[in-house]
């Protein structure tokens, strides 16, 4: 089968194209799924794009689309999902809800914003299997899942216990193996584990009161584990603190002892607050943007907060649990779960008349601005936790347009005005730059060199945009999806249904593991190991996973 | 005389607690469940995993044996036919719940399961407060004491306190505490509860748990007796959850009448200890899958069990949408039942059974089609009752019958 686009303007930063600054249109040609080197051979299909702007399928590396937590979020926003019903084009009476959406709204609505890919960044082990018969059931999206690691009890009497690196890489390996993952996240780190023995709080070098381990050395293990794993993705880290005002310094201490190793924090703008002013809430964005800036071997997501109703869900159930006091509606789970992690599931509601939930938005934002390099920041929301993901186009018009950001700040509440800097910052994205941030600079970051980019060999994920000056407009009505190489929407609207792969990465470890694993199963978690472990053929019904084999790093 | 195969570690999806130490023994078409190493079998494994070297069933249509493909084609028709159906039972795996709902996406209908009844009960609790629950593995590591609510689940759970108690928990190694809130442990539980203090308080369990709640909040009820139990008494409990480490409750709602009354001062009493200490709590359910079916419906649907599927919407309803309800306004029930021989409820409609083959019927259904069962002659993940957990069942013979997935694709194609 070969299709051919013609005549598009391509941005293409990968590979160093910019169409929409030269003008230039071409073609792009794809062959069964892939895009190839162009030829004059008669195609299959095509498609005229008449100079629209063509990218790769956008990516999302931090999305809460499955697992245990997200149905718990369903099962608190049954409203939620009522006052979102299904939509035409749905093709089934599965698609609804706008902050807990169902598996095919997550798929159809993402797909309609020119999205292929999308990671679930905190699947926790004792779940896997669930999130992953439910990845299943995603259309439309190639996903994958990070591990979370660092709070349970087998990594944490081995770190007790001063076990040697190499016994806790083969514990890591055997993990991510067992469950399907693609990465390692860490949330809280040991602080999830600590809030099981009732401490309520962790700084970075605390020690947890059972095991007398610090985060820090949680975090530096793990940093440690991934690297010498050879795992694509660096440690993916919540860090300390979420939420909590004066979070900046463990922020700033926590940058500074991956010590010039390769770690991603995520949802920044949630840990980025001082205590300064009469409310003793203030914006540090500038602070961390600076030493973001000044290491290049650290990589943010924003976790930008969008005003409106939606629901946190998290791992981190020792920070949601202090959040349950601000719930609305005021109602939440929270679950201490199987030696493993924990989650919190806490419905908020952003209000722009808000003093904090307004500076959260402009701390956000000012992060987005003062980190200069675009290929180490990314545009989330943190879905559903900061907002919903579909709220993407018009936060893809905050940074690109400098006037509209500032009439938007003007509506909120005044002294939130006066803590942030947002009106002195002059930076407006390119749309280069915006296809870094949810394109080029993901693939990158994740270690997916088939994706994100749009030269031959890449996997045709591609979304065609016409351009239009108001950006909110442009991003969220899109001209064309391609999935695979076929066309699955048109016009803003889902013409077919396509069926996603599951990545997962693949690490060499150390096999003796497995004796440890088993006994460890059968005395303290109660199941075995056997059945814990999730085979090839349970992913996406039975087509199994797409495999990224890693190579052994330097420690 | 076949050979006598032994399979080791097997799992069951049958209860909800999925133990998956069985060893099973298969003899051609014979399957025999018996402890594992180190553990034991429960009578209702033990039961529903026999299986004797006797015919398949067969399908039938209006009680006259036909092929599985005219039973599937007259049940295509009769739901093409129907203006309401309700798909009941739904005892079946994650693959044959995805049928299920794809089945209700043809042709419209009410999706309930046949133990929903505690899990609403519970559901009175969560969609209006939420609470703060725990897992078997924390349960099993963490918890010195543990309040039961309700009789003795060891009926039902048969090896719940043999999970709960290990010979060596990591973190609870003081004394770990046991306490029966209206109901009795039995002599099995007492077994498995070896080593455990285990006390009795027959007081009612609403108003008792009402009042622990305040005492542990530190307020005094004003009433001398709480629940027919000495205040004294219920504020020495307090006390001892105040002071424990890690507190869990358990409780059945299917079994309570105030099931949902129990739920919500469980979950209240959690919420006041939690302000100090650490506790959970820890609901029992989940038989048949229950768990991964009301999973699967909420990722697809959005909705729990007990929802209608209509046109291109659903909608969620936890009353008019029960099954017994929804029967009164439905024209055709599709009764599926995969896990053990449970008859449906009677019903003056047509009748389409996906059963169990060894299922007696009341009345003879339209339509019956006999399907294997997962985890012995199928295939299949079922979840515990946490909903976190799921556990891949295999195939222990060679099926005969289809699975609930392959009987409802059939009858999707007519």
């Known amino acids: 089968m070969r299709t051919r686009l013609k005549g598009g303007r391509v941005l293409d930063p990968a590979n160093g194209e910019n169409g929409v600054a030269s003008g230039a249109v071409r073609d792009i040609e794809i062959e069964d799924g892939r895009i190839v080197a162009a030829t004059d051979r008669k195609a299959d299909a095509e498609y005229d794009l008449g100079g629209a702007v063509v990218m790769a399928g956008g990516i999302d590396l931090h999305s809460h689309i499955a697992g245990g937590k997200m149905n718990l979020a369903r099962l608190l926003m049954q409203e939620d999902r009522k006052a979102f019903p299904e939509m035409p084009g749905n093709f089934c009476g599965c698609g609804g809800g706008r902050a807990a959406p169902t598996a095919h709204a997550t798929g159809c609505r993402y797909a309609e914003l020119g999205y292929t890919t999308v990671f679930e960044p905190a699947m926790v082990g004792a779940n896997a299997r669930g999130a992953h018969l439910e990845m299943a059931d995603i259309p439309n999206l190639d996903t994958g899942a990070y591990l979370v690691l660092g709070n349970d009890d087998f990594f944490l009497r081995l770190l007790a216990a001063g076990a040697h690196q190499e016994t806790v890489n083969a514990y890591v390996g055997w993990m991510i193996e067992a469950t399907q993952a693609f990465a390692i996240k860490i949330v809280n780190p040991g602080g999830i584990n600590a809030f099981k023995f009732n401490a309520r709080r962790m700084e970075l070098d605390e020690a947890n009161p059972y095991y007398g381990v610090t985060p820090r050395k949680v975090l530096t293990t793990l940093i440690r584990a991934v690297t010498e794993l050879g795992l694509p993705h660096p440690i993916h880290l919540h860090g300390c603190n979420l939420g909590v005002p004066g979070n900046d310094e463990t922020t700033l201490a926590t940058i500074r002892a991956a010590e010039g190793r390769r770690l991603h924090l995520t949802h920044l703008q949630f840990h980025s607050y001082g205590t300064e002013g009469d409310k003793r809430f203030s914006s540090s964005a500038a602070r961390i943007a600076e030493l973001v800036n000044a290491n290049p071997n650290i990589s943010v997501d924003v976790g930008q907060v969008m005003f409106g109703q939606t629901v946190t869900a998290s791992a981190d159930y020792m920070s949601q649990y202090r959040n349950r006091a601000i719930a609305s509606p005021n109602k939440s789970i929270g679950m201490d779960i199987e030696l493993d992690a924990a989650c919190g599931v806490v419905p908020f509601e952003y209000k722009d008349k808000s003093f904090v939930n307004a500076l959260q938005w402009a701390i956000g934002l000012e992060l987005f601005l003062l980190v200069e390099d675009p290929w180490r920041i990314f545009l989330t929301t943190d879905h559903p936790n900061g907002g919903p993901f579909t709220t993407y186009p018009h936060l893809i018009r905050l940074l690109m347009d400098r006037d509209f950001r500032n009439a938007q700040l003007a509506t909120l509440n005044k002294a939130a005005q006066k803590h942030t800097m947002l009106p002195q910052i002059t930076r407006e994205y390119s749309l280069e730059e915006i296809a870094i941030l949810t394109r080029a600079a993901p693939a990158r970051i994740l270690g997916l060199t088939d994706k994100g980019h749009l030269g031959p060999g890449a996997v045709a994920d591609i979304a065609v945009h016409t351009e239009d000056a108001d950006r909110e407009a442009m991003f969220s009505t899109t001209r064309m999806v391609f999935k695979n190489g076929r066309l699955i929407v048109k016009d803003g609207v889902v013409v077919e249904l396509a069926q996603g792969t599951t990545h997962v990465a693949r690490p060499t470890f150390d096999r003796a593991i497995d004796t440890d694993m088993q006994r460890w199963f059968d005395e303290s978690v109660g199941l075995k190991a056997q059945h814990f472990r999730i085979a090839d053929g349970e992913l996406r019904n039975g087509a199994g996973p797409t495999i990224l084999t890693c190579e052994r790093g330097e420690g | ?414």
Request: charge should be negative; include cysteine.
């Open chain 2, 1 to 414: 005389m076949a050979e006598v195969r032994t399979i080791e570690n097997v799992a069951c999806g049958f209860c909800g607690l999925a133990c998956d130490d069985l060893t099973v023994e298969v003899e051609g078409r014979e399957v025999r469940a018996k402890a594992g190493p180190g553990g034991t079998v429960c009578p209702e494994a033990a039961r529903l995993f026999r299986r004797l070297d006797t015919a398949d069933a067969v399908a039938r249509v209006a009680g006259e044996v036909t092929s599985q493909a005219d039973a599937a084609s007259e049940a295509h028709r009769l739901l093409t036919a129907a203006t309401s159906p309700v798909i009941a039972g739904m005892g079946t795996d994650m693959t044959g719940a995805g049928a299920l709902v794809d089945l209700a996406i043809r042709f419209g209908g009410v999706l309930d399961h046949h133990a929903s009844m505690g899990l609403f009960r519970n559901y009175a609790a969560v969609q209006r407060t939420g609470w703060l629950a725990s897992t078997l593995a924390e349960v099993r590591n963490h918890c010195d004491l543990l309040l039961v609510v309700g009789e003795d689940p060891t009926a039902n759970w048969g090896r719940l306190f043999e999970k709960f108690y290990p010979a060596t928990p990591l973190f609870a190694t003081g004394e770990r505490r046991v306490v029966f809130l209206g109901g009795t442990p039995g002599e099995k539980a007492r077994r498995q509860l070896a080593g455990i203090t285990l006390s009795e308080l027959p007081g009612a369990p609403v108003e008792v748990l009402e009042a622990l709640a305040l005492l542990v909040s530190g307020r005094t009820p004003p009433q001398a007796t709480i629940g027919g139990l000495p205040l004294a008494e219920v504020a020495a409990l307090a006390e001892a959850l105040r002071g424990s480490k890690y507190a869990v409750v358990t409780w059945n709602a299917a079994a309570l009448d105030d099931g949902d009354l129990v739920a919500e001062r469980a979950t209240a009493l959690v919420d006041a200890l939690n302000v100090t200490t650490r506790a959970g709590v820890f609901p029992l359910g989940g038989t048949d899958n229950l768990m991964g079916v009301n999973q699967l419906m909420l990722w697809r649907l959005g909705y729990p069990l007990r929802t209608l599927v209509s046109g291109q919407g659903s909608a969620h309803d936890g009353t008019l949408y029960a099954t017994e309800a929804a029967l009164k306004d439905a024209d055709v029930m599709v009764w599926v039942s995969a896990f053990r021989p449970e008859p449906p409820p009677s019903f003056t409609g047509k009748v389409i059974a996906l059963a169990h083959p060894d299922t007696v019927f009341e009345t003879e259904p339209d339509v019956v089609i006999p399907v294997g069962t997962p985890g012995i002659d199928h295939a299949g993940t079922v979840f515990r009752m946490d909903s976190i957990v799921s556990m891949p069942l295999g195939a222990l013979r060679v099926a005969t019958l289809p699975s609930v997935a392959e009987a409802v694709r059939r009858i999707a194609e007519g």
